[in-house]
């Protein structure tokens, strides 16, 4: 590809490290890699560090309606400054969802989201995969470099690092000014995540997913956790039907954790939700499916019914004798 | 004597009238029902369960007083009738040697009656039973009391009448012991008397009778009305409008019970026909569990509804009404007849269209739209695929009159399953061929039914009334009691349906099938599915299934046959009221009690239900589907 | 408030593999159902015209088999509902660009669509609606409040934190699950919204799309796990034995 274009955000302080890892993959694939930042801090000296060896140019892109942008005002601002038929590339978060596909379309580029792989070739065609159907299917789509693209990029993203480039990259500051923009951002708030404990600090996890989020089921999840003096998390679907406290949602939209054991029951194991798992927890992973995505990740597999295993479990854990035993050495 | 012997007849009359007609006016209003067919069954019906008492003596502490006062007080209403009527003037007792013997019957009568209030009352204040409702307890002391006080003042009156010896009340009787008493005393006194109990006997009797249609004792002129009325085939439920047909149904505004004036004509005569005994809530597994529900409660709550016109709210919770498994304990129990199982349908109708139902009866309904299934499964992951017995479903090479109908629990639960396979391995071996339906994972829908979505139901049963004609069969053999009951009591133009245990009983018979002789020694125990033994009918065939293997220890346990403790049902699948223990955990104590080795059922929910109540329990004791068990003990 | 509802149509999947013919998705082997997160669209406009009046409009692009979510849409209490035939597997630009023009000739307060599709799970036509539309956007909504400016909105980023924005109306939001409690819709009800009519309309001639699928196929199995297998009583002793080594329980 002659150019692409990675959209990276300010985070706290610094430029999102996923974004920066987006733009370490861009440089094995393009000529020119030009990292657009939203900055809105006054001193430039930390992205301009950062992203070197990362692009041949950066763009530091400023302006009050660049604070929490929406597709409109991040549209308009790239629209004046970009060339026609760009090649944009950016990290799948919630930013990517709230303005990736208003700006494609004022831009006039095709956009294909959370993509996991991206190969080139030599015909000017680029073949971008997804997945599809929960997961289950990848779908393999194809664009010409010749129209442009705006592409996310998905957390699972498996790609090959490019090589660091010597030179510092050019630094091009933009002050934007977006007028009367419709949407504005008001506050950030933490969400209510007042629970009686905080998953964070637990090192022992029973996760519980769509397929063990009946009220028995959960009450028995609650005995193991005891049983093993761990706690109980879920994933989203589980909140959503009301089963257990935003506090227990592990993911990317919930609470991030990196317990020691993370023993998941019924639970398919989405990205959404492995994203929450960090650290290298031991993953025991409980599921009647043998296909469940869970089984690529986990350490250790058991095709099961959830409640049938937990019962079982709860007696061995409760089992005094063997935890003696276990103690000594083999 | 004449002035209250007028006055306070009339008066009586028109404040029983009025209260009459009041209650009729309630009934006038109500929906409507179809109770006029199969006369002569009703009839049947009436004569043994209405006059023959049958019910009363199931539980003989309380039934046989009741016999006691019951077929005395028949005996007795002409005798009655002439007292009440004596003071009008012109009106005088017959003459003739047989009203006099009559008339000494019915100081036994009375006297009969007399010892029956006491035994009742005796029950009610030193035995305490927790059927009866405490609050309750100082109106069932005073209605023995005035039925006591109305026997008594009818022998003093009796005793004091006449005091020559040519009237000599028989000894023994209420009223020879008055005669008694007042053997001494003059003439005129006894007449003074005498009449002071007509007065107060007449006082008695038309203040009884106002109460009567303004208490539980209204039970005493509607109770046989509700017996003939009542429902005659088991297992059934009400359509969704009686006189409607199901499109006409369709394009009603609203469907289900929503407030008084939907209940039925016979629902409302229910609620006249409460007599209290509480005998419903004393059977029921959700009041021994302690959910929210009481059968007594709601139908006393009914009453005081129908009382007071039937214009107030409705005062059931959704957690009642969802508390109720259909197992029909209560049905069964009750003396008068009284009908539940339909009138929590019929809620259930109205809550479901209105939205308010459990989530996870929501999601098991959208299922079975989607997937014929309650359990999200795909139809193409149903048993018999994956087992060996795939073979055998019909095809163009594989064709039989009989057909198996494994319905959604068998063909997806993992434990139930075994049923599945058992089935097929005995019809095997018995050398009955049959097929299994192609569409094996769908279900009946006797569930969706009795949670209230009927249109799902009917969808349901017409797609498998269909493919069920497809393969032309001429028997349906079925493993699980719910399925047995919708094609009996559902559905309508299906060939004949029948339980494995009735196919087996009849092969046991017919064929000579022959069984291994059990020589462990356990202890096995029946556990009475509700639709196979209540609902059904079907107790034998099991208990035959189980004579004839020879040397098998087979014990009884409390609470079987129709007495049985429902495990739970589908119902525990879906929704968990909120409740004190689990009834399968309650069910298997009770099995555990007899100290059996294994208890057999012949219904996969009673299966897992028993199976999970086990584990929990940390009992070792087997729990076995009798095909299972069959299958094990079939001679090669 | 005047709503406009997108919703879609998809395959019902359930727990079976996914069937690939000729490297695409057989999606006619399977029931369809109304797609997850339209489930909440729908309850959330309910929500809204009960609390402020209105009328809600369903929109649906697809085939024939997709009208059932207008059935249930309309069953549940939208007043219109309009059917724009298409093929289901539509490229999302051209979806939008379809649901825009009939949007565009409407007096509309809100349209509401789903955060994703459960099939191709792009999370796209929302945010193209909108821009089309030239109307602000927001995605991953999680709570919507009227107000005199407009809507508040809250939505759901990463870790958990909510963002709060004041929306001037018209606008495009796509609401995530979990925002509401779906009521459910009784069969009858279906039934009887069969006899209320759905507007089918041609969609308009939209260009085409640059983006070519060029196969759907089955990933890799990788199964990184090792698998325990036999009897679950000793699976579960073994699993609680590594509990306490790998998990610091005493």
Request: overall charge neutral; some cysteine; hydrophobic content about 45%.
């Given at each position: 590809m002659n150019q692409v274009f990675v959209l990276l955000r300010q985070v706290q302080h610094d430029i999102d490290e996923l974004g920066l890892s987006l733009l370490a993959f861009a440089t094995g694939i393009a000529d020119e890699v030009v990292a657009v930042v939203l900055w809105h801090d006054d001193r430039l000296e930390c992205p301009v560090a950062r992203l070197r060896g990362y692009c041949h140019e950066a763009w530091i892109m400023r302006g009050e309606g660049l604070f929490h942008p929406d597709a409109l005002a991040l549209g308009a601002a790239l629209s004046g400054v970009v060339p026609p038929h760009p090649v944009f590339l950016m990290h799948h978060d919630s930013l990517a969802m709230d303005t990736g596909p208003g700006v494609s379309v004022i831009l006039d580029v095709p956009f294909v989201s959370n993509i996991v792989s991206l190969e080139s070739d030599s015909d000017r065609k680029t073949r971008l995969v997804k997945k599809e159907y929960g997961g289950q299917v990848d779908a393999v789509y194809e664009v010409s470099q010749s129209l442009g693209c705006f592409i996310t990029v998905s957390g699972a993203f498996q790609g090959s690092v490019g090589k660091v480039l010597a030179q510092a990259p050019r630094v091009v500051e933009k002050v934007v000014r977006v007028v009367n923009s419709r949407r504005c951002w008001l506050r950030n708030e933490q969400a209510d995540l007042s629970g009686d404990v905080d998953l964070a600090k637990v090192e022992r996890l029973l996760a519980v997913g769509r397929g063990m989020q009946e009220p028995e089921q959960i009450a028995l999840a609650e005995e193991t956790a005891l049983a093993m003096a761990g706690a109980v998390c879920c994933s989203r679907p589980v909140v959503d039907a009301g089963r257990l406290g935003k506090a227990r949602q592990v993911g990317i939209s919930g609470t991030s954790v990196s317990p020691k054991i993370y023993l998941a029951c019924g639970l398919s194991g989405s990205f959404q939700h492995m994203a929450g798992l960090r650290g290298a927890p031991f993953i025991i992973a409980v599921n009647k499916n043998p296909r469940a995505p869970i089984f690529e990740r986990a350490d250790i597999g058991v095709v099961a019914d959830g409640a049938e295993f937990l019962r079982e479990l709860i007696s061995a854990l409760n089992d005094k004798s063997a935890a003696v035993s276990s103690k000594q050495p083999s | 004597m004449w002035v209250p012997g007028i006055f306070i007849p009339i008066i009586g009359t028109i404040l029983f009238g009025r209260l009459l007609l009041r209650r009729w006016s309630v009934l006038r209003k109500a929906a409507p029902d179809k109770r006029f067919d199969q006369l002569r069954s009703r009839l049947r019906h009436l004569w043994s369960l209405g006059f023959l008492q049958q019910r009363q003596t199931h539980y003989p502490g309380t039934g046989i007083p009741h016999l006691c006062i019951f077929f005395p007080f028949l005996l007795s209403l002409p005798h009655l009738a002439v007292l009440v009527?004596?003071?009008?003037?012109?009106?005088?007792?017959?003459?003739?040697?047989?009203?006099?013997?009559?008339?000494?019957?019915?100081?036994?009568?009375?006297?009969?009656?007399?010892?029956?209030?006491?035994?009742?009352?005796?029950?009610?204040?030193?035995?305490?039973?927790?059927?009866?409702?405490?609050?309750?307890?100082?109106?069932?002391?005073?209605?023995?009391?005035?039925?006591?006080?109305?026997?008594?003042?009818?022998?003093?009156?009796?005793?004091?009448?006449?005091?020559?010896?040519?009237?000599?009340?028989?000894?023994?009787?209420?009223?020879?012991?008055?005669?008694?008493?007042?053997?001494?005393?003059?003439?005129?006194?006894?007449?003074?008397?005498?009449?002071?109990?007509?007065?107060?006997?007449?006082?008695?009797?038309?203040?009884?009778?106002?109460?009567?249609?303004?208490?539980?004792?209204?039970?005493?002129?509607?109770?046989?009305?509700?017996?003939?009325?009542?429902?005659?085939?088991?297992?059934?439920?009400?359509?969704?409008?009686?006189?409607?047909?199901?499109?006409?149904?369709?394009?009603?505004?609203?469907?289900?019970?929503?407030?008084?004036?939907?209940?039925?004509?016979?629902?409302?005569?229910?609620?006249?026909s409460c007599a209290d005994c509480g005998r419903c809530t004393d059977q029921c597994p959700a009041v021994a569990v302690g959910r929210a529900l009481s059968p007594r409660e709601f139908t006393y709550a009914g009453q005081r509804l129908a009382f007071e016109g039937g214009d107030s709210a409705l005062p059931y919770s959704s957690e009642e009404i969802w508390s109720c498994t259909t197992c029909g304990a209560c049905e069964q129990e009750c003396p008068v007849a009284i009908e539940y199982i339909e009138k929590f349908v019929d809620l259930r109708r109205a809550m479901v269209e209105d939205g308010e139902l459990p989530a996870a009866v929501s999601r098991a309904f959208e299922s079975l739209e989607q997937h014929g299934n309650p359990w999200g499964r795909a139809a193409s992951a149903a048993w018999p695929r994956g087992s060996a017995h795939v073979n055998k479903i019909a095809s163009a090479s594989a064709q039989s009159p009989v057909l198996f109908f494994p319905d959604s629990f068998i063909a997806f639960?993992?434990?139930?399953?075994?049923?599945?396979?058992?089935?097929?391995?005995?019809?095997?071996?018995?050398?009955?061929?049959?097929?299994?339906?192609?569409?094996?994972?769908?279900?009946?829908?006797?569930?969706?039914?009795?949670?209230?979505?009927?249109?799902l139901f009917m969808k349901l049963r017409d797609l498998n009334t269909q493919a069920i004609h497809d393969t032309g069969a001429q028997l349906i053999v079925t493993a699980d009691p719910h399925t047995l009951n919708a094609f009996r009591h559902d559905y309508a133009g299906l060939p004949p349906s029948a339980h494995i245990t009735e196919i087996l009983a009849e092969a046991i018979v017919s064929r000579g099938i022959e069984f291994k002789p059990d020589h462990s020694g356990k202890l096995h125990v029946f556990h009475d599915p509700c639709y196979l033994g209540r609902h059904n009918g079907i107790y034998e065939a099991p208990r035959s299934i189980l004579r004839s293997i020879p040397g098998l220890k087979f014990g009884q346990m409390r609470k079987q046959c129709d007495r049985s403790f429902c495990c739970g049902g589908p119902l525990s699948f879906f929704h968990q009221p909120k409740e004190n223990v689990r009834m399968a955990d309650m069910r298997i104590q009770q099995v555990l009690e007899t100290h059996a080795d294994v208890v057999v059922t012949a219904c996969p929910w009673c299966l897992v239900n028993l199976t999970e109540a086990a584990k929990s329990a940390g009992s070792s004791i087997e729990v076995i589907d009798i095909t299972e068990l069959a299958l094990r003990q079939l001679r090669d | 408030m005047e709503i406009v509802c997108c919703i879609k149509s998809v395959p019902n999947i359930a727990d079976e593999e996914v069937q690939i013919v000729h490297q695409k998705v057989s999606v006619g082997t399977y029931p369809r159902c109304l797609n997850e997160c339209d489930r909440y669209v729908l309850e959330e406009a309910l929500r809204l015209t009960e609390l402020h009046g209105g009328s809600i409009t369903a929109l649906t692009f697809g085939d024939t088999e997709s009208e059932d979510v207008l059935r249930r849409a309309l069953a549940l209490g939208a007043t219109e509902a309009v059917m724009l035939n298409g093929p289901l597997e539509e490229e999302p630009r051209r979806v939008a660009a379809a649901l825009a023009a009939v949007i565009r000739r409407r007096h509309f307060d809100l349209v509401l669509t789903g955060a994703q599709s459960s099939d191709r799970q792009g999370a796209e036509v929302g945010g193209m609606l909108a821009a089309m539309l030239g109307v602000p956007f927001a995605s991953l909504v999680v709570a919507v409040e009227r107000k005199e400016y407009g809507v508040l909105v809250h939505r759901e980023i990463e870790g958990g934190e909510l963002e709060a924005y004041e929306v001037e109306l018209p606008a495009v939001l796509s609401l995530q699950t979990g925002i509401n409690t779906p009521r459910y819709v009784s069969m009858r009800g279906i039934r009887k919204a069969a006899t209320k009519t759905i507007t089918a309309v041609t969609p308009e001639a939209v260009p085409d799309v640059a983006v070519r699928l060029v196969e759907h196929r089955h990933p890799p199995t990788v199964v990184g796990a090792k698998m325990l297998c036999g009897d679950l009583k000793a699976i579960a002793v073994e699993v609680a034995s590594m509990i306490r080594e790998r998990g610091g329980l005493q």
């Open positions: - | 009527l004596q003071g009008i003037p012109g009106v005088s007792e017959p003459q003739g040697r047989a009203w006099v013997f009559y008339s000494h019957l019915c100081d036994v009568a009375a006297t009969v009656i007399f010892l029956g209030c006491l035994a009742a009352l005796a029950y009610r204040v030193w035995l305490r039973p927790t059927r009866f409702n405490a609050a309750r307890q100082p109106l069932g002391v005073l209605i023995l009391a005035i039925v006591s006080g109305l026997v008594w003042s009818d022998a003093i009156f009796r005793a004091t009448r006449f005091t020559d010896v040519t009237h000599l009340c028989w000894p023994f009787t209420l009223a020879g012991v008055v005669q008694l008493l007042f053997s001494g005393a003059a003439q005129p006194v006894q007449a003074t008397v005498g009449s002071v109990a007509w007065l107060l006997h007449e006082l008695l009797f038309f203040g009884f009778l106002c109460i009567v249609p303004c208490s539980k004792q209204f039970h005493e002129i509607t109770g046989l009305a509700n017996i003939f009325y009542a429902r005659l085939e088991q297992g059934t439920i009400k359509p969704l409008r009686h006189g409607l047909t199901e499109q006409q149904a369709e394009e009603l505004n609203e469907v289900g019970i929503r407030r008084f004036a939907d209940f039925t004509w016979k629902h409302v005569l229910d609620f006249y639960g993992d434990r139930a399953r075994a049923v599945g396979d058992a089935v097929c391995e005995l019809l095997t071996r018995t050398g009955k061929s049959f097929v299994i339906l192609p569409q094996s994972g769908r279900d009946s829908g006797h569930e969706a039914r009795r949670f209230g979505e009927e249109f | -």
